[in-house]
């Protein structure tokens, strides 16, 4: 008899740490001072919570360089490969739930995303373009994982690119 054993990686999704949107508030991985935003209508994807803004809410709009934070915290070294792009916050830590779970955020993602997989240089060793369905996202990210020279996955929107969040090994 054969038996198939099932290699389950498990993984932590992670929104902008308190710390660095506490840096990120005053001045953005741009060099510029945040844009306030009153998000009339809600929507806006929420990079300090991982949620959808409720109507009426007060944000920031900032530059993040995701990479290179993480790369400060891993002593790597991205080189190229950093980026710095738009992202919504709270503007106020107090109005912030903060995430619901460290489990992927479906509710956050409307559109199709490109999941990219760095090395723990900060180098990208693949992309894979996911669209929103029931456990697609948990397929695609296990399969990523099970790679060893994978280190760090960045979730990103595929039409604007805008960083959506980070993905680490549990």
Do not use: K
């Not at 932590?12 to 741009?30: K, N, Q, Y």
Request: glycine share 8%.
């Amino acid at each position: 008899m054969t038996t198939a054993t099932t290699t389950i990686t498990a993984y932590t999704v992670l929104p902008i740490a308190p710390v660095v949107l506490a840096e990120l508030r005053r001045l953005d991985d741009a060099d510029n001072v945040p844009v306030r935003v009153h998000d009339t209508d809600g929507g806006s994807p929420l990079r300090c919570c991982l949620r959808r803004a409720e109507p009426g809410a007060h944000l920031l709009l900032l530059s993040y360089a995701p990479l290179r934070r993480w790369a400060d915290e891993t002593g790597a070294h991205p080189g190229p490969y950093d980026e710095v792009g738009p992202v919504f916050v709270h503007a106020c830590p107090a109005d912030c739930p903060g995430p619901t779970s460290s489990g992927y955020p479906a509710a956050m993602h409307r559109g199709d995303r490109v999941f990219r997989a760095y090395d723990r240089n900060g180098h990208i060793l693949r992309g894979v373009h996911v669209e929103p369905g029931p456990g697609l996202a948990d397929e695609v990210l296990t399969a990523m994982f099970s790679d060893p020279e994978v280190a760090v996955v960045h979730v990103r929107a595929l039409g604007h690119g805008c960083f959506q969040h980070e993905v680490r090994r549990a």
